[in-house]
């Protein structure tokens, strides 16, 4: 569900399509958009508070077989939000396709690489504080 929450609405188009047969589903809830608290902590250790509020859109399908899938999403992607309950619903069967389980790896690869980036990114403006006090 992690991994369909974050992929960007292109791939998950491209996984329903690598279905065959393409499923046919209808609305159990949604997809609709709303707004969620999200709550922190100091390092991770000391009391919550309320951090904010996010949007979010969510959704929740049935396929004609019966499974049922949901998704909740980061945004208002609406769209995305139901073709990932779908998703969600076909990853429910008794033998995962081999096109939505190479679609998945996919996605998560991409999720990796995203996040790699970031880090080396981020990484290379990290100031050593205390190298620049020796050199004064």
Avoid: K
């Amino acid at each position: 569900m992690a991994t369909l929450a974050r992929a960007p609405r292109e791939r998950l188009e491209a996984a329903i399509a690598s279905l065959a047969p393409t499923p046919q589903w209808e609305r159990l809830r949604g997809p609709e958009a709303g707004m969620v608290m999200v709550r922190g902590r100091m390092g991770s250790v000391g009391g919550a508070f309320n951090l904010g509020e996010m949007t979010v859109a969510r959704c929740a399908v049935r396929l004609d077989d019966g499974r049922v899938g949901h998704a909740y999403r980061a945004g208002r992607d609406l769209r995305a939000a139901e073709l990932a309950a779908v998703l969600d619903a076909c990853a429910l069967g008794p033998g995962l396709p081999a096109s939505l389980a190479a679609a998945l790896a996919a996605m998560d690869a991409a999720e990796d690489a995203a996040r790699d980036d970031r880090s080396r990114r981020a990484a290379a403006t990290r100031v050593d504080f205390y190298g620049m006090v020796r050199m004064g």
